[in-house]
């Protein structure tokens, strides 16, 4: 039997792990207390002698996981500046990003039966810049409704042209709500995706978000990233 040889290619920093894991948690508070905001009667439907579910307490919890999320999300892309492995945006001025992100849709369109190894999967690059996108907007949306209420504050000063801009208050809630859903079902892809790549190609998706390292079993096409021979 052919033995493997693998080797470990250190990719992501404490930083990036850190704010990773908490952006995770946040996105699943924010979800789950916006559902609730937007119908109460999930609230009221749970057991009413708990009298700390109510819709101001919930309010309260997704403002605060806001804060935290924004926080996480504003020292991440810090981090893409500080720490060379964490860049995780697509390079679409170099002419191989461009080949190496059609090698790997035909293979998730079933077109190959592989395609080649690659520390920061290309395809993946692509839709985390979709996501800042997403997320981007969340937080204009979610401030610029947060800080209605306080219009001549410095909350209100940054972020109050969102409204008018999105044509009013309801067309910024839809904006809000919609996103967030748009979040949720890349998050759901996500996941199926990296635990994918972890346990049918053994490209340590998972176990790379808890220790930084990725194990492989190729020379990736893009190692060249990381002492930057190939930029």
Known sequence: MKQ?????????????RIFH??????????????????????????EPT????????IRNIHFLAAYLFSAAFILKIYGFIINPGDRLFPH??????????????????????????YLRNPLARCSYAFLYVLVFIEILTGFGIYYMTDPFGIGGTLFGWVIPLLG?????HLVHH??????????????????????????????????????????????????????
């Open 50 to 57: 708990f009298s700390g579910m109510t819709v101001d307490n």
């Open 92 to 117: 679409v001025w170099k002419g191989y990003f461009y080949s190496n992100t059609v090698d790997v849709a035909l293979h998730y369109m079933f077109l190959r039966s592989e395609h080649a190894s």
């Open 168 to 172: 009013g208050e309801m067309m910024a």
């Open 4 to 16: 493997v040889v693998r080797r470990e290619y250190y990719l992501f920093s404490p930083w990036l």
């Open 178 to 231: 919609y996103v967030a859903w748009a979040i949720i079902l890349f998050a759901i892809g996500h996941l199926y995706m990296v635990i994918r790549a972890e346990f049918m190609e053994g490209e340590s998706e998972v176990s790379s978000m808890f220790s930084g390292s990725k194990i492989l079993a190729h020379e990736p096409r893009d190692a060249g990233h990381l002492d930057g021979t190939l930029k």
């Open 21 to 46: 894991w908490i952006m995770v948690v946040s996105i699943c508070v924010l979800f789950a207390t916006g559902l609730m905001i937007t119908s109460p009667w999930i609230i009221y439907s749970a």
